[in-house]
């Protein structure tokens, strides 16, 4: 079973600039509700029971949302409104289920996934990009079935235009069906000419524990970041199995200025 999830919060959202100037991007309101909160129903609702939280000392506004005891306890002293109440109760109930992990530079993915290392107790866990939202349904619970049925790992995937494929990680696929590929190989970030498809890695993954050993030598790839899709790479070429999973939600990619008020949109009409 996959009872523990991690969720990279470090970055520095240079792409939603001035808003993440202050807050982290992953606190900004979707339709009235952090895009973090989004990511952890969707955690919850797949059975996920802890949650390590990759954040900065810079990101430590992450931390307060979660233990801010004395605001709300001073709050409903006061007035003792039901949804503040409620509201308290569920940060309570959530905070018993994260850990805080730091990663004070944002070197990548694939070390912001090292840095928790020592708090994974399973075979496998699952991993969640916090800039890609999926709706509709649950994605992490269809890979989290996928994997319980394969042993193998799982990564979420879409096709991607043509022109773009170098916004992303690129799949190299055989024995294709309607909902589920194996995957041959992965490219970070290729250009037009060496992706090898146009279905792209979407931030959901289900991985395997050894990866840590070999994220333990990786070097530093495109832009000077230890990507996790290197990793990954290292363990396709030594005979592990990947599956790659074309998931029925709608995704909203919120990592982006454009795409993040498109989500606010879309979520608005749901
Ligand atoms: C990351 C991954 C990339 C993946 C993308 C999905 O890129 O490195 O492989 O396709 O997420 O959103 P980033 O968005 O951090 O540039």
């Known amino acids: 079973m996959i009872k523990q999830a991690i969720i990279p919060l470090a970055g520095l959202g240079t792409r939603l600039l001035p808003l993440t100037s202050v807050l982290p991007k992953e ?26 939280f990759v954040i900065s000392k810079k990101k430590n506004s992450i931390k307060k949302y979660y233990y801010n005891d004395t605001f709300y306890r001073a709050l409903i002293k006061k007035k003792k409104d039901k949804k ?3 509201e308290y109760n569920k940060i309570k109930k959530i905070k018993k289920m994260i850990k805080f992990v730091y990663q004070n530079s944002p070197t990548g993915t694939g070390d912001a996934i090292l840095k928790c290392r020592k708090f994974i107790k399973d075979n496998f866990f699952l991993v969640l990009l916090p800039d890609d939202l999926i709706i509709k349904r649950n994605c992490s ?11 193998a790992s799982i990564i979420a995937s879409k096709r991607v235009n043509k022109a773009e494929v170098s916004r992303w990680g690129i799949f190299n696929l055989k024995k294709i069906n309607k909902t589920n590929f194996l995957i041959n190989d992965v490219i970070e970030k290729p250009t037009i000419k060496e992706a090898p498809s146009n279905f792209a890695v979407i931030g959901r993954y289900i991985l395997p524990k050894k990866i840590f050993k070999v994220l333990e030598n990786q070097k530093a790839g495109k832009n000077g ?10 363990l396709l070429h030594n005979e592990n199995k ?9 995704y909203l990619d919120c990592g982006t200025m454009k795409g993040y008020i498109n989500s606010t949109l879309k979520i608005s009409k749901l």
């Open 27 to 52: 606190l900004l309101p979707i339709n009235g509700k952090p895009g973090l909160e989004y990511i952890l129903d969707e955690c919850i609702e797949a059975g996920i029971k802890e949650i390590i």
């Open 84 to 86: 503040i109440i409620h």
């Open 141 to 151: 619970l269809s890979m989290i079935k996928l994997h319980n049925k394969y042993k």
């Open 225 to 234: 970041e230890i990507h996790i899709t290197d990793a990954i790479r290292t």
């Open 242 to 250: 990947f599956l790659g999973h074309r998931f029925n939600g709608k």
